[in-house]
């Protein structure tokens, strides 16, 4: 809300007394001193560039054996339904040894499982290193006093035999795969600007399925997207019912597809 309507918040919203950026939260000491002294504050930068790092103070809202850790910001692609790049900016990654310092801190306190995020944690380290290196921090990360490491978000296109040697070969990296893949149709996929991921689909779950034996996959699908037809929807089901992922989440878009059927149609056709 701050970064993208922030003068619109200050003009309707008068008791606000700051309005800080998504990519400004680390000046919020600066900003409280500011408004002790009276001023009304407006600190929203317009290209977020900034990311926390382990010297960086944190609260942790999770329960004491659970942690997240941040390994990347932003986004570099723009699919068409989502807002993420324009109010966290483009990927910036942290560095390895970064990350491993502050899984060791989190180790040190207690935490059993670490959940790795980002926007798109399969490309995680291509803006400081060249390219990607996630298999090279799961590999990092299994040196680390840690029983558990869950990664978030990885996107189909980056489950390298690489990254998926990782996987398997790091002891204390789940079976987990969280694959946002939201659609299976080339066709949507294309409208909703995830060329690269489209035709692709049933070739990367099958590899995974047989390289990765009993993992678990999570994944999201947005259906109803503008110019979703029938036959679309169809061939969505039909790669749901192959390919069975273990979770699934369902976003709609369109009144078209509503809130009953959506229920009966998931009941009715993933979970039997
Ligand atoms: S890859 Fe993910 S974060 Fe990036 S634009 Fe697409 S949906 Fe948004």
Known sequence: MAQHFQQQLLDELPEAVAIVGTGDYHKIVDVMQRV???????LV????TYIADETTPRYRTTSEGVAYLRIAEGCDYRCAFCIIPHLRGNQRSRTIESIVAEAKQLASEGVKEIILISQITTNYGKDIYGEPKLAELLRALGEVDVPWIRMHYAYPTGLTPQVVAAIRETHNVLPYLDLPLQHSHPEILRAMNRP???G??????DRLKASIPGAVMRTTFIVGFPGETDEHAAHLLEFVKERQPTACQINYQQKKWKFGEMQSWRHNNLYH
């Not at 002790?36 to 407006?42: I, L, T």
């Not at 930068?45 to 977020?48: F, N």
């Not at 692709?200 to 779950?205: F, G, L, P, R």
């Open 36 to 42: 002790e002294k009276g001023d009304r504050v407006s």
């Open 45 to 48: 930068s317009s290209e977020p």
């Open 196 to 198: 690269f991921q489209a």
């Open 200 to 205: 692709i689909n049933d070739a990367i779950v």
